[in-house]
């Protein structure tokens, strides 16, 4: 159950209803970047010089005129203008937040403040994502500002919850380890999604159709000039511009990852399950995890369905809030005060 302090109650349900539009944005990011309609409008904010996709004859006339190289496609169009509005709304959203947080002393005030940063930057990546046409290093950053961006959102929420104690019956060394745990798991899965962003902006997707690592030689292929972020100057990075060694290098490398996401996460999962009252964050892992392994062997072997791989996607990023969720819950527990932790500590013999 979950206890709201009453002077807060709106300010929680502003900060849940932009969480849940966050995971659309999130969503539609996925969607749009996996139906090639991230150049859909080649322009920036608008669409071939307009507010909307253009319709009648006339404004379709004029895009013609003012973009050459690039014909109208109406239905990419939409998907990534019907992004960008989404994305501009949640964007409102977190100006409220920021509004709301700083009139009330006792709210946080920190993580709006992260939060109006990152959708500025955000919004740049998205700018640079269409202008610098669609370079891998760009549209990586843009995947991983998303990711932030609904992970803050989720943090400020978890915030304003009034907190829960996790940590009874439990020893300082064991709520130690736990922490250190938690850390270690969530920059593993950053760096996972990370390579899956990697993997998804360089066309490396369907590169190898085999389980469990490639049908290709890729010790022979490996070429560790794959995983260069500043790439040589092309025209358009759209259907990429690796070769097929370098390709199968970050599909291999984001399979390895795969396999050490796996053991991280089943790691926590164990710790977690040690603790009573961390049991439901344990099966919450466990199921989110096999979920992700499914979808990514479909993705494999089903040559990448766009609905399982916007599951992927958005499921990963599930998986991250999961981490997030016990990262925070252990973190908020090791704070309390000093004397919260007296009883925890063993007895010590008298005389």
Request: glycine content about 6%; some cysteine; proline content about 6%.
């Given at each position: 159950m979950i206890t709201i302090n009453n002077n807060d109650r709106y300010f929680f349900y502003l900060v849940s209803f932009s969480f849940v539009l966050s995971l659309a944005v999130v969503a539609l990011g996925a969607f749009t970047r996996l139906t090639e309609a991230?150049?859909?409008?080649?322009?920036?904010?608008?669409?071939?010089?307009?507010?909307?996709?253009?319709?009648?004859?006339?404004?379709?006339?004029?895009?013609?005129?003012?973009?050459?190289?690039?014909?109208?496609?109406?239905?990419?169009?939409?998907?990534?203008?019907?992004?960008?509005?989404?994305?501009?709304?949640?964007?409102?959203f977190v100006v409220?937040?920021?509004?709301?947080?700083?009139?009330?002393?006792?709210?946080?005030?920190?993580?709006?403040?992260?939060?109006?940063?990152m959708v500025f930057i955000q919004a740049l990546l998205g700018m640079w994502t269409v202008t610098l046409v669609l370079m891998p290093v760009?549209?990586?950053?843009?995947?991983?500002?998303?990711?932030?961006?609904?992970?803050?959102?989720?943090?400020?929420?978890?915030?304003?919850?009034?907190?829960?104690?996790?940590?009874?019956?439990?020893?300082?060394?064991?709520?130690?380890?736990?922490?250190?745990?938690?850390?270690?798991?969530?920059?593993?899965?950053?760096?996972?999604?990370?390579?899956?962003?990697?993997?998804?902006?360089?066309?490396?997707?369907?590169?190898?159709?085999?389980?469990?690592?490639?049908?290709?030689?890729?010790?022979?292929?490996?070429?560790?000039?794959?995983?260069?972020?500043?790439?040589?100057?092309?025209?358009?990075?759209?259907?990429?511009?690796?070769?097929?060694?370098?390709?199968?290098?970050?599909?291999v490398v984001h399979r390895i990852g795969a396999m050490i996401t796996t053991v991280a996460v089943l790691a926590l999962a164990w710790l977690c399950w040690l603790q009573p009252l961390l049991r439901r964050y344990s099966l919450g892992l466990v199921l989110l995890l096999i979920i992700q392994i499914a979808l990514g062997v479909t993705n494999v072997v089903a040559s990448l369905p766009l609905a399982v791989a916007v599951a992927h996607n958005v499921t990963g990023l599930g998986l991250l809030l999961a981490m997030v969720t016990v990262s925070y819950r252990v973190g908020v527990g090791s704070r309390l005060p000093r004397e919260v932790y007296q009883p925890l500590k063993k007895e010590q013999p008298h005389g």
């Open positions: 991230g150049l859909g409008c080649p322009d920036w904010p608008g669409c071939y010089g307009f507010l909307t996709v253009p319709e009648t004859e006339f404004e379709q006339q004029t895009a013609a005129a003012f973009f050459p190289q690039t014909p109208l496609e109406p239905q990419k169009a939409w998907n990534e203008m019907l992004h960008r509005y989404i994305a501009g709304m949640l964007g409102l409220v937040i920021n509004i709301m947080a700083w009139r009330q002393p006792s709210r946080p005030k920190l993580l709006p403040v992260l939060l109006l940063v760009v549209v990586m950053a843009h995947l991983l500002g998303g990711f932030s961006i609904v992970s803050l959102l989720w943090l400020l929420r978890l915030q304003l919850q009034l907190p829960l104690s996790i940590i009874t019956n439990m020893t300082l060394k064991t709520l130690y380890w736990l922490r250190i745990a938690a850390i270690f798991s969530v920059v593993v899965v950053i760096s996972q999604i990370a390579l899956g962003g990697w993997t998804a902006a360089n066309y490396a997707a369907l590169v190898c159709s085999q389980l469990p690592i490639c049908e290709a030689d890729w010790r022979q292929l490996f070429d560790a000039k794959a995983f260069l972020l500043l790439q040589p100057q092309h025209d358009s990075y759209q259907y990429g511009v690796l070769d097929y060694g370098q390709r199968v290098s970050i599909h």
